[in-house]
């Protein structure tokens, strides 16, 4: 039996979430904003605070090293957009907690719920990334995603907490459609590590021995971005196949087979495919670089038609879950 006030907490819970990873958002596109700015007007900047201004007396050159090293009043957005994120994320992971203990079960049982649990395993995905990896700049975009989709949820995809229709009470509902959660929060940070690579290299092509100017040029190197990308999706893809797989055991058990072409199997086998594909050509000769890139992004692609368009336009034997 559902309990409202549980039920009326994670609302709560999910739409403080939805302020908060907008104000990180907009705190990492301040911050790419000024990163952003070209070396001369960088140069600026530091040449008026090295002389005070033009009513100011004569001051010492600025010592290299300094300039050259990130001052911390410089790094401050960073790190509060990254303390915006944390918070986003705490109250998030606290409002799916509150939906599943106000339904007694599992809390992705419909394309809300799926919604907002797979957002979550997005953003902890990127901030586990952010501990190890030069992330950041994948944040604005990332949270974009994050934050959009929730709006969506709450405002289009929004279903009261309630029981499960008798073909998702399963134990299989937590082992499936968390792995393929898990994999899709992966697949997420790929995507966005992908799309500012092909960005990165593209310029790097175009200023071919000059330094690359604006937003591209203030992003890592291809190469950084590249490992990033392929990184997530080495761990991605292994969690995706099981999730596969784990659905045609599901399907066997549920329906009397493992494996029918429904709408959902096929674009859920199209999305390994198209990853095995990109795996494959980061180590083939001819396609590793912008080729692979691309097919990363269809794959990226594919997954999201699979939990959005099939869910939504589609009739299959996956339908009954509702929105």
Avoid: C
């Amino acid at each position: 039996m559902p309990t409202p006030l549980l039920a009326e907490l994670s609302d709560r819970l999910i739409y403080s979430a939805i302020a908060v990873y907008a104000l990180a958002m907009l705190t990492y596109a301040y911050q790419a904003a000024r990163r952003s700015q070209s070396p001369a007007q960088r140069s600026r900047l530091v040449e008026a605070v090295a002389v005070g201004g033009p009513s100011a007396s004569p001051a010492p050159p600025p010592n290299p090293a300094a300039v050259s090293r990130p001052a911390p009043a410089a790094r401050r957005p960073e790190r509060i957009a990254a303390a915006l994120t944390t918070l986003a994320f705490v109250l998030h992971l606290a409002g799916v907690l509150a939906r599943g203990l106000a339904a007694s079960r599992a809390p992705w049982g419909n394309m809300y719920e799926f919604t907002t649990a797979a957002t979550l395993a997005a953003t902890a995905a990127y901030l586990v990334f952010l501990r190890r990896q030069p992330v950041r700049d994948l944040g604005v975009w990332i949270l974009a995603l994050v934050t959009l989709s929730l709006g969506l949820a709450v405002t289009v995809l929004y279903t009261p907490a309630g029981d499960l229709v008798p073909a998702l009470n399963s134990y299989w509902l937590v082992i499936h459609v968390a792995a393929a959660i898990i994999a899709g929060g992966v697949f997420t940070v790929g995507a966005a590590a992908t799309a500012l690579y092909l960005l990165r290299r593209r310029a790097d092509a175009r200023d071919a021995g000059v330094a690359v100017a604006g937003y591209a040029g203030r992003l890592p190197a291809a190469r950084t971005l590249e490992d990033i990308a392929h990184t997530a999706h080495l761990f991605a893809f292994p969690v995706w196949t099981f999730a596969v797989l784990a659905g045609a055991i599901w399907a066997e058990d549920s329906w009397g087979r493992y494996w029918g072409w429904d709408p959902k199997e096929t674009w859920a086998f199209i999305t390994w495919v198209l990853y095995a594909a990109y795996l494959h050509a980061q180590s083939t000769a001819g396609w590793r670089g912008t080729k692979a890139g691309w097919l990363a992004l269809a794959g990226y692609a594919a997954f999201l038609f699979n939990f959005v368009g099939v869910n939504l336009f589609i009739n299959g034997l996956h339908s009954y879950a509702g929105v």
